[in-house]
């Protein structure tokens, strides 16, 4: 794992060069997420749980402006063929409005993708098949496995938590609306104490050195 040394405190965007926090499910592994995959623009290989929860919240569409989402065959299906999707055609609409063009065949090729301890889902293996295989800068996943099997070998990934921080770090949402969205999310999914108190921390940093903006001051 490649070590960073962080920048110093710089004005304007807050400077970061290496975020290691704990994903939701896990209290006893890191996440390591490098500065780039806060950048806007970047290409994101996204999990179903993911964006499930983005749309939940609302902010499936501003992430998707943020970074280009392209998803494997078998993760869309699983966002529009889960139970009860049925009655969500709102949703499915806003799926493939998003997503049209980005949906990729990518097959698990047997052993292409190393099993570990715990072995991957089939849709799983499609989606580190999808990092090797058209090379995005990184994952958006909440899956404990997917999450140990990225840390394990390198692979760039973040989780929601940091899906919504990259929203408020390029201006996407405010900071009301990020504080908003994360306490619905630690609501929704299963992020543990240590997940909260490095978010705020995360949070703290930010605040320091970003000026609130003026429309936002008394």
């Not at 966002?79 to 049925?86: H, L, Q, S, V």
């Not at 409005?97 to 980005?102: P, V």
């Not at 994952?139 to 973040?158: A, E, H, N, Q, S």
């Amino acid at each position: 794992m490649v070590q960073t040394t962080p920048a110093a405190p710089v004005q304007g965007r807050h400077s970061l060069n290496t975020i290691t926090m704990t994903p939701g499910h896990m209290n006893m592994h890191t996440l390591n997420i490098d500065r780039l995959l806060l950048s806007a623009g970047r290409r994101i290989a996204a999990d179903s749980c993911s964006l499930i929860f983005l749309n939940r919240l609302h902010l499936l569409e501003p992430y998707a402006r943020v970074h280009r989402i392209v998803l494997t065959q078998a993760l869309y299906d699983e966002i529009t063929r889960a139970p009860g999707a049925a009655a969500h055609a709102e949703d499915r609409s806003l799926y493939a409005q998003l997503f049209a063009g980005s949906v990729l065949t990518v097959p698990a090729r047997g052993n292409s993708v190393p099993q570990g301890r715990a072995a991957l889902s089939s849709a799983d293996r499609t989606l580190i098949q999808a990092f090797y295989t058209l090379k995005p800068d990184g994952i958006l996943t909440d899956d404990k496995k997917v999450c140990l099997y990225c840390r394990r070998r390198g692979i760039p990934f973040m989780n929601t938590p940091m899906a919504l921080f990259a929203l408020l770090h390029n201006g996407a949402i405010s900071r009301t609306c990020y504080t908003a969205a994360l306490h619905k999310l630690y609501a929704m999914g299963r992020y543990g104490t240590f997940v909260r108190r490095h978010m705020e921390e995360v949070y703290l940093g930010y605040c320091t050195h970003t000026p609130v903006p003026a429309e936002s001051r008394p």
